[in-house]
Nanobody, 120 residues
Framework: QVQLVESGGGFVQAGGSLRLSCAAS????????LGWSRQAPGKQPELVAA???????NYADSVKGRFTISRDNAKTPVYLQMNNLKPEDTAVYYC??????????????WGQGTQVTVSS
């Protein structure tokens, strides 16, 4: 099992920035990818950013050029730097953990979530 703990959510005005952090623990030897999903009220979850241990990344079109996923030299923690935030970025953001194989990310684990609210 892998445990994920997020931090860094909050309230920000449109155009502002936030950085989310996610610490993974437990059987982290079994994972080769970390990422972030979000879910806005009444909407399906959306994978917004993913990062493999080999450095491959993937971003949702809605956040490209504004969000950056990164980590330090170790596998964990992973960060999501969110710039130029828009009201439509308002959601609960969840850290994800899983695997990266043959160019595809597969996520199995969820964190507890952290709220991000962007006012207009």
């Amino acid at each position: 099992q892998v445990q994920l703990v997020e931090s860094g959510g909050g309230f920000v005005q449109a155009g502002g920035s936030l950085r989310l952090s996610c610490a993974a623990s437990g059987s982290i030897f079994s994972i080769s990818a970390l990422g972030w999903s979000r879910q806005a009220p009444g909407k399906q979850p959306e994978l917004v950013a993913a990062l493999s241990t080999s450095g491959s990344t993937n971003y949702a079109d809605s956040v490209k050029g504004r969000f950056t996923i990164s980590r330090d030299n170790a596998k964990t923690p992973v960060y999501l730097q969110m710039n130029n935030l828009k009201p439509e970025d308002t959601a609960v953001y969840y850290c994800r953990a899983g695997t990266y194989y043959s160019g595809s990310f597969t996520f199995s684990y969820w964190g507890q979530g952290t709220q991000v609210t962007v006012s207009s």
